[in-house]
C-alpha cells in the first residue's frame, strides 16, 4: 500500500525556522495537505494544496514542494507550535487517502 | 457554525458489535464527503475511508476494508462508523472530518471532537 514518509521528530529553538519533510511517490501528481495536532486535540488544517494557507492560521506556516517531497516550513517558530504534524496525500490514483507518520516538533 | 458532533465513548468487550455517529450542522450535508480517521493510543492519524452522504458513494482504505462499514443518513444529516465484531486492536480514538471544498475529499478542515472506543474484555 501507499506510504508517506516523515521524519519521526524535528527540534528547533524559538525564533528558528523549521522544516519538516514527506516523500511520497505519488507526491508530483497529487496534492498535499498538512495538519497540527497538539495533546488531546483533533487535528487542525494548516496548508492544504501543498502551500494554501487556510484562512486564520499564522503566516509563519508556508508549504512547498518539489519532485517526490513536500515541505512544511514554520518561520520564526513560537513555543505554541510545539505539535504533531501529519502530511496527508493520496494514492497514484487519488481514490485512496494516506496519512504520514507524523513528526513531533519541539521548541527548546 | 459549521459543526461535527460525535457520538459518546464506548466501552465494549471483543466480539461485540458497535456503530459510532457524526452529526453534521450548519452547511449543506449532502455537498460534502465525510471521512474518518484512526488514531490508536499513542500512534498517528489513519485513513479509513469516506462516505459522499448525497448518493453514499464510499471509498475504504485496503487496511479497513472487510473491517468496518461507513454508511450515512442524509435525512438526520449523520455519518455512521460500525463495527461486527471488535477486537481489543480496535481501541482507539475515532475522528469524522469533513473536506475543506465540495470538490475533493482531502483537506479536511472540520473535525468532529472524536470517540473514544475501548475494547477489552
Known amino acids: 500500500s501507499y506510504e508517506l514518509t516523515q521524519p519521526p521528530s524535528v527540534s528547533v529553538s524559538p525564533g528558528q525556522t523549521a522544516r519538516i519533510t514527506c516523500s511520497g511517490d505519488?507526491?508530483?501528481?497529487?496534492?498535499a495537505y498538512w495538519y497540527q495536532q497538539k495533546p488531546g486535540q483533533a487535528p487542525v488544517l494548516v496548508i492544504y494544496?501543498?502551500?494554501e494557507r487556510p484562512s486564520g492560521i499564522p503566516e509563519r506556516f508556508s508549504g512547498s514542494s518539489s519532485g517526490t517531497t513536500v515541505t512544511l516550513t514554520i518561520s520564526g517558530v513560537q513555543a505554541e507550535d510545539e505539535a504533531d504534524y501529519y502530511c496527508?496525500?493520496?494514492?497514484?490514483?487519488?481514490?485512496?487517502?494516506?496519512f504520514g507518520g507524523g513528526t513531533k516538533l519541539t521548541v527548546l | 457554525e459549521v459543526q461535527l458532533v460525535q457520538s459518546g465513548a464506548e466501552v465494549k468487550k471483543p466480539g461485540e458489535s458497535l456503530k459510532i455517529s457524526c452529526k453534521g450542522s450548519?452547511?449543506?450535508?449532502?455537498?460534502?464527503?465525510i471521512g474518518w480517521v484512526r488514531q490508536m493510543p499513542g500512534k498517528g492519524l489513519e485513513w479509513m475511508g469516506i462516505?459522499?452522504?448525497?448518493?453514499?458513494?464510499?471509498r475504504y482504505s485496503p487496511s479497513f476494508q472487510g473491517q468496518v462499514t461507513i454508511s450515512a443518513d442524509k435525512s438526520i444529516s449523520t455519518a455512521y462508523l460500525q463495527w461486527s465484531s471488535l477486537k481489543a486492536s480496535d481501541t482507539a480514538m475515532y475522528y469524522c472530518?469533513?473536506?475543506?471544498?465540495?470538490?475533493?475529499?482531502?483537506?479536511?478542515?472540520?473535525w468532529g471532537q472524536g470517540t473514544t472506543v475501548t475494547v477489552s474484555s
Open positions: 462516505i459522499y452522504p448525497g448518493d453514499s458513494d464510499t
Open positions: 494544496k501543498d502551500s
Open positions: 450548519g452547511y449543506s450535508f449532502t455537498s460534502y464527503w
Open positions: 496527508q496525500s493520496a494514492d497514484s490514483s487519488g481514490t485512496l487517502g494516506v
Open positions: 505519488a507526491l508530483p501528481k497529487q496534492y
Open positions: 472530518a469533513r473536506p475543506r471544498s465540495t470538490l475533493g475529499y482531502y483537506g479536511m478542515d472540520v
